[in-house]
T-cell receptor, first 118, second 115 residues
Framework: EAGVAQSPRYKIIEKRQSVAFWCNPI?????LYWYQQILGQGPKLLIQ????????DSQLPKDRFSAERLKGVDSTLKIQPAKLEDSAVYLC????????????????FGAGTRLSVL | AQKITQTQPGMFVQEKEAVTLDCTYD???????LFWYKQPSSGEMIFLIY??????QNATEGRYSLNFQKARKSANLVISASQLGDSAMYFC????????????FGTGTRLQVTL
């Protein structure tokens, strides 16, 4: 079974430029997550989709970050314009369901995109 | 709010020895799940083991076991017979029932396995 695919693996941009990341979840997984992992920290959830609807985007900086999941499969995360503090690894994860009824809802992660903003 | 604390920034263990990585958590919700993930230098977060708050027995998955002490709010990961390939960052995470599936992560422990 194929895992979560992300691209690109690395991206270097200058501040105020825009950048986009792509994620393809595990086949059949209804829920997709984008996390931001700053060096030395654990991942922090940016946005969660259930099929193609947003479930939680409370920690997404909406003035510069946007995300979509068209047709409930692939997803893109965009930053425009980028700031120095956006330098981080952006991880995409997916799970079978939203799992509101049980805490056991294993999220499977991709390899991430490492973003450097200069 | 939920919080995960990992107090060991780095650990060393010799090959074939056992090692315990500490994790304490804080939540007022009675129903929750605890997860451990491994993150090698390649960057991918790999799921290792899960423990539910109502599970009667400690979880085990191969060489991984979880020492769950509910009263102390701790969920330590034990790796037996360490291998060189176990060298990585290890993250403890928690999820509470009823919320959107947000995982709250700790800051991680870097494990280095030596010969």
């Amino acid at each position: 079974e194929a895992g979560v695919a992300q691209s690109p693996r690395y991206k270097i941009i200058e501040k105020r430029q825009s950048v986009a990341f792509w994620c393809n979840p595990i086949s059949g997984h209804a829920t997709l997550y984008w996390y931001q992992q700053i060096l030395g920290q654990g991942p922090k959830l940016l946005i969660q989709f259930q099929n193609n609807g947003v479930v939680d985007d409370s920690q997404l900086p909406k003035d510069r970050f946007s995300a979509e999941r068209l047709k409930g499969v692939d997803s893109t995360l965009k930053i425009q314009p980028a700031k120095l503090e956006d330098s981080a690894v952006y991880l995409c994860a997916s799970s079978l369901a939203g799992g509101r009824e049980t805490p056991k809802n294993i999220q499977y992660f991709g390899a991430g995109t490492r973003l450097s903003v200069l | 709010a939920q919080k995960i604390t990992q107090t060991q920034p780095g650990m060393f263990v010799q090959e074939k020895e056992a090692v315990t990585l500490d994790c304490t958590y804080d939540t007022s919700d009675p129903s929750y799940g605890l997860f451990w993930y491994k993150q090698p230098s390649s960057g991918e977060m790999i799921f290792l083991i899960y423990q539910g708050s109502y599970d009667q027995q400690n979880a085990t998955e191969g060489r991984y076991s979880l020492n769950f002490q509910k009263a102390r709010k701790s969920a330590n990961l034990v790796i037996s017979a360490s291998q060189l390939g176990d060298s990585a960052m290890y993250f403890c995470a928690m999820r509470v029932t009823g919320t959107a599936s947000k995982l709250t992560f700790g800051t991680g422990t870097r494990l280095q396995v030596t010969l």
